[in-house]
């Protein structure tokens, strides 16, 4: 998704990680982030990235150390959002 964010464009990849085994959502969110980040990059893009994760995610899977680590590692920004409410509850990085 493409948007502006404080007068800069964005691309957002949306995640809802919905199997079983949050590790391997994460595994699979952060391999699509970094998969996009190099398009972007080879592409000359001026848009920054953002990986949404819905806030259960973002309190579960991501704030535990394994996923904090990886998204660290990736160096990824995060856009968390509340699905109910529909609304974009935190920015990261």
């Given amino acids: 998704i493409g948007a502006e964010r404080d007068g800069r464009r964005i691309a957002v990849e949306v995640q809802s990680f919905r199997t079983q085994s949050p590790v ?3 595994q699979q ?3 699509q982030y970094v998969m996009y980040a190099a398009a972007l990059a080879a592409l000359g893009s ?3 990235l953002y990986l949404a994760v819905p806030r259960a995610v973002y309190d ?3 704030s535990e150390p394994l996923g904090a680590m ?7 920004r995060l856009l968390v959002f509340d699905p109910a409410a529909r609304e974009v509850v935190r920015w990261t990085g």
């Fill in 24 to 26: 391997a959502d994460l």
């Fill in 29 to 31: 969110a952060i391999g």
């Fill in 46 to 48: 001026d848009r920054v």
């Fill in 60 to 62: 579960g899977i991501v």
């Fill in 70 to 76: 990886t998204v660290a590692a990736a160096a990824a």
